[in-house]
């Protein structure tokens, strides 16, 4: 499984507005913000909402900490999905949040 740093996931996002984010975090903890633009799909329904998760694209997986998020990027990996894991998730996140 592909894995980055949060501070360089934050360096590609100054770098590229167009980066795709993945927010696998409960309702309620989206609910204190988000990385700006980050799609928010909670991981117990990553399953049944791969329709929202485009092949072609590149997406960086995030939650709490990374666990979940490593979850959601094996999951999708095994399913032909082009993804990485943002190690150590919001708690890493020190940039604007969106709520």
């Not at 694209?57 to 939650?63: A, I």
């Amino acid at each position: 499984m592909k894995e980055i740093k949060m501070n360089e996931l934050v360096e590609k996002i100054n770098r590229n507005k167009n980066v795709n984010v993945i927010d696998v975090r409960e309702d309620e903890e989206v609910a204190q913000g988000k990385i700006p633009g980050a799609k928010h799909i909670p991981l117990g329904e990553v399953p049944d909402r791969l329709d929202e998760i485009d092949k072609d694209n590149h997406y960086y997986m995030v939650c709490r900490s990374g666990g979940r998020s490593g979850k959601a990027a094996e999951f999708l990996n095994s399913n032909g999905y082009d993804v990485t894991n943002v190690d150590g998730g919001m708690l890493a996140w020190n940039g604007d949040i969106e709520t």
